[in-house]
């Protein structure tokens, strides 16, 4: 197995083991492509929760470029309900899970198809 796929089965295992959610393997995959080589960045790869910035980051790049959302102020309920999933005690809040939680939140699955 490759690096990506090492990372891959850790997502699955966060979707899991912290979030409660089986991880439909092929959407996973692609959400991680869809990540580039970020993935392979300790920074880059989680999400500081806690930082307003970083949400916003996440809200400007992610729902509104990459899943074509209207900025609303349902994107930050649903940002917040996703971090509140994963555990605001979490440390280490992996990118990909945060944006395949998301995905699944606003039924958006079509844009990795």
């Known amino acids: 197995m490759g ?3 090492d990372l891959i089965a850790k997502y699955a295992d966060d979707l899991k ?3 409660g959610m089986d991880a439909d393997m092929d959407l996973l995959t692609k959400v991680t492509i869809g990540c580039g080589p970020a ?3 300790d920074d880059a790869s989680t999400v500081a929760g806690s930082q307003e910035s970083e949400l916003e980051t996440v809200k400007n ?3 509104i470029k990459k899943l074509g959302l209207a900025d609303s102020p349902e994107l930050m309920d649903a ?3 996703v971090i ?3 555990g605001k005690s979490e440390r280490n809040k992996y990118r990909v899970v945060v944006y395949y939680m998301l995905t699944k939140h ?3 699955e079509a844009i990795y198809g």
């Open 3 to 5: 690096k990506r796929d």
């Open 17 to 19: 083991n912290k979030c």
């Open 39 to 41: 993935i392979y960045n």
């Open 61 to 63: 790049n992610f729902l």
């Open 79 to 81: 940002i917040n309900a």
């Open 84 to 86: 509140e999933t994963y």
């Open 106 to 108: 606003f039924g958006k």
